[in-house]
């Protein structure tokens, strides 16, 4: 009976490739038959201190060899990875902690004594940092390197703490089975199509020596998780690295020979590639570059295509909640093709009405998606009635992504409905106008958010970060962005920063836009339509 199992899948390609590299962080790297030992010893270590199937074990780390070696270990031990945000303070933490019912906590030396102010009484592996430390060395000498854990089964669960850049963070729970087929490779995304078997991925990397993937995004994220598991699981390389750096991007690029970058959207592909076009970088070895997560502007995939030509630029939507629902994917800049943010749908999604029915072309709802889905949000079944409903006998799952269809069947995405701005009775979707402000010369980025108005309920507002050197002319980008959207969408209030902030996966980070705008006075009023 296939058991379609997060630590099977793994264990196959550890079988089928023993000798080849699994991963490969700054220097260091590791053969698959090393990362297999590793967790092994790991996970007997925390299996004789009392983990077992079902418990939740926190990973608090950056990217690092030793993270993903923790990752594993624990689904050996049918445990869940919680995965717990590294710039979490104190009070964060301690809601993270008590709401994940944590039973032990893996976490970087660094965060020692952090983790000894929130949870003193919690049992701990400490991972080593630069100058060594930590009680990770002596629990991997403890640990029995041998893979005897017996049987697991596809219903063990998977925990995915979102972001959180609206409110605490959400806990996501899945199935494996489930969240195998939705966001690892368990189904074709380009087809729909199930794999027959687990053992499939495993088959198929061995047909060469594996691609070289670099996740750029930090593993507490599941856009970087899963594209390193699921490289794992079809014997293929990752590569990752410290922290963002677009110079360090291209020099691993280089020294690594990757032929697949995975990120998340404007807030990192736009640095990698303006850092490329300052020239002294060989991006020869790269075939794809992929990115979901966040809005990936067709300005900034056009930059991609006219520097790197022979490239696939892939754009996937989806959420923790409910795994891939759609892609797009632009393969040359002739035709005007790459100006077109809509992308194909999966063979389960839809856009639901406000009456729970699908939309007709031309219609805006909320994104659904069917087949694989997560159980709901752990410890909150209020946001899970939310969540997951039936419609004729069908189970989906809505995040809250409002979506348009279009004539032809390809979607929009829109953004949050809760980022939606409502402005005079018109709804202003954020993403739409970032898009079009990343297409004015001097803008580097931007963040629009809305803000409390006396006649028309919200207004537009936009913080905006100009290209090095450059001196805004925000009549001229009010201008620009008029040629581009309607009057009612072009922001009324604006605000010059030197940098947007955003959170360590690229997200927009609304809480500090709306603190920024709060505090400090707008740079400009448009007489928006």
């Known amino acids: 009976m296939m058991a379609?199992?997060?630590a099977d899948l793994f264990e196959h390609a550890a079988?089928?490739?023993?000798?080849?590299?699994?991963?490969?962080?700054?220097?260091?790297?590791?053969?698959?038959?090393?990362?297999?030992?590793?967790?092994?010893?790991?996970?007997?270590?925390?299996?004789?201190?009392?983990?077992?199937?079902?418990?939740?074990?926190?990973?608090?780390?950056?990217?690092?060899?030793?993270?993903?070696?923790?990752?594993?270990?624990?689904?050996?031990?049918?445990?869940?990875?919680?995965?717990?945000n590294f710039r979490y303070v104190e009070n964060e933490l301690q809601f993270l902690f008590a709401d994940a019912s944590l039973v032990a906590l893996i976490h970087d030396c660094r965060f020692t004594?952090?983790?000894a102010a929130v949870a003193p009484g919690l049992p701990t592996v400490v991972l080593p940092d630069e100058s060594g430390g930590g009680s990770y060395a002596d629990a991997l000498a403890a640990g029995d390197p041998r893979r005897d854990f017996g049987p697991r089964s596809a219903d063990d669960l998977y925990l995915?703490?979102?972001?959180?850049?609206?409110?605490?963070?959400?806990?996501?729970?899945?199935?494996?089975?489930d969240v195998w087929r939705a966001l690892g490779g368990g189904v074709d995304f380009m087809t729909g199509v199930p794999l027959e078997d687990e053992w499939q991925q495993s088959v198929r990397g061995a047909a060469g020596d594996g691609m070289v993937r670099l996740c750029l995004a930090p593993l507490i994220h599941g856009n970087a998780q899963w594209a390193a598991l699921m490289a794992l699981f079809a014997g293929d390389v990752v590569v990752m690295l410290p922290h963002f750096d677009p110079g360090e991007v291209w020099r691993t690029i280089e020294r690594r020979r990757v032929n697949v970058v995975v990120l998340i959207g404007?807030?990192?592909?736009?640095?990698?590639?303006?850092?490329?076009?300052?020239?002294?970088?060989?991006?020869?070895?790269?075939?794809?570059?992929?990115?979901?997560?966040?809005?990936?502007?067709?300005?900034?995939?056009?930059?991609?295509?006219?520097?790197?030509?022979?490239?696939?630029?892939?754009?996937?939507?989806?959420?923790?909640?409910?795994?891939?629902?759609?892609?797009?994917?632009?393969?040359?800049?002739?035709?005007?093709?790459?100006?077109?943010?809509r992308v194909m749908p999966g063979p389960t999604t839809v856009v639901l009405g406000d009456d729970g029915r699908p939309v007709p072309p031309g219609g805006v709802g909320r994104l659904a998606k069917s087949g694989y889905l997560p159980l709901g949000y752990y410890n909150d079944p209020v946001k899970t009635a939310a969540l997951l409903?039936?419609?004729?006998?069908?189970?989906?799952?809505?995040?809250?992504?409002?979506a348009r269809l279009e004539d032809d069947g390809t979607i929009t995405l829109l953004g949050r409905g809760s980022t939606c701005v409502n402005t005079g009775g018109e709804k202003v979707f954020p993403?739409?106008?970032?898009?079009?402000?990343?297409?004015?010369?001097?803008?580097?980025?931007?963040?629009?958010?809305?803000?409390?108005?006396?006649?028309?309920?919200?207004?537009?507002?936009?913080?905006?970060?100009?290209?090095?050197?450059?001196?805004?002319?925000?009549?001229?980008?009010?201008?620009?962005?008029?040629?581009?959207?309607?009057?009612?969408?072009?922001?009324?209030?604006?605000?010059?920063v030197d940098e947007i902030a955003r959170t360590i996966s690229g997200k927009a980070d609304y809480r500090w836009a709306h603190r920024h705008a709060t505090e400090h006075p707008a740079e400009e009023v448009s007489h928006a339509d």
């Open 4 to 6: 379609a199992n997060i």
């Open 15 to 84: 079988d089928a490739f023993a000798d080849r590299p699994a991963v490969y962080f700054g220097e260091q790297e590791i053969s698959y038959a090393g990362l297999e030992e590793r967790a092994n010893r790991l996970a007997h270590f925390l299996h004789d201190r009392g983990v077992g199937p079902g418990d939740h074990v926190g990973l608090y780390a950056g990217n690092s060899i030793e993270a993903v070696v923790a990752m594993i270990a624990v689904y050996k031990l049918r445990a869940a990875v919680v995965n717990v």
């Open 113 to 115: 004594d952090r983790v």
């Open 160 to 177: 995915l703490y979102t972001g959180g850049t609206t409110g605490y963070p959400k806990g996501v729970i899945w199935r494996h089975e």
């Open 266 to 341: 404007d807030a990192m592909a736009r640095p990698i590639i303006e850092e490329y076009a300052a020239g002294g970088h060989d991006g020869s070895s790269i075939v794809a570059v992929s990115s979901s997560g966040a809005l990936f502007s067709p300005v900034v995939k056009r930059q991609y295509l006219e520097l790197l030509p022979d490239i696939l630029v892939t754009d996937a939507i989806g959420a923790s909640e409910t795994g891939f629902t759609g892609l797009g994917v632009v393969a040359d800049v002739p035709g005007g093709a790459v100006e077109d943010p």
């Open 389 to 402: 409903t039936e419609l004729d006998g069908v189970r989906y799952a809505l995040p809250g992504d409002l």
């Open 431 to 496: 993403e739409e106008v970032e898009g079009a402000l990343k297409t004015h010369p001097d803008v580097f980025d931007a963040l629009v958010i809305g803000l409390p108005d006396e006649r028309l309920g919200q207004r537009v507002a936009a913080l905006v970060q100009g290209r090095p050197g450059a001196k805004l002319d925000l009549a001229a980008v009010e201008e620009h962005l008029r040629e581009r959207i309607a009057g009612y969408k072009v922001p009324r209030a604006v605000w010059l």
